[in-house]
């Protein structure tokens, strides 16, 4: 069985590239392109990590992270925040609210990659 991973970012080249790159990795992926739709995607697609954009419309990136970190039955759900804003004060913001990792725009698809595979127990 696969691990399901959830793209949420509002910038379709972003989206195209993750979706792409996450496939041909083997993984079965689904896309929000907004904070509401994340959590509804979240419960119905049951992912078992989200890339989650930061600055999205709707919902931010962290009252996303924040609503997930709320509901108990979602505590084993890793969650990658990915965003242009990587100042201290925003990637101690993520952390804090619960995200398991913080990876700042651009970034290297090699690494990400490595580190969604090391977060969800892959070799």
Known sequence: MSKRILIVDDEPNIVISLEFLMKKEGFEVAVATDGEEALAQVAGFNPD????DVMMPKKSGFEV???????????GLQIVMLTAKGRDTEVAKGLAIGADAYVTKPFSTKELLARVKEMLGIA
């Not at 990590?49 to 989650?52: G, K, S, Y």
């Not at 992270?65 to 979602?74: F, G, H, V």
């Open 65 to 75: 992270c924040e609503a997930l970190r709320a509901d108990p039955s979602r505590a």
């Open 49 to 52: 990590l989200v890339l989650l």
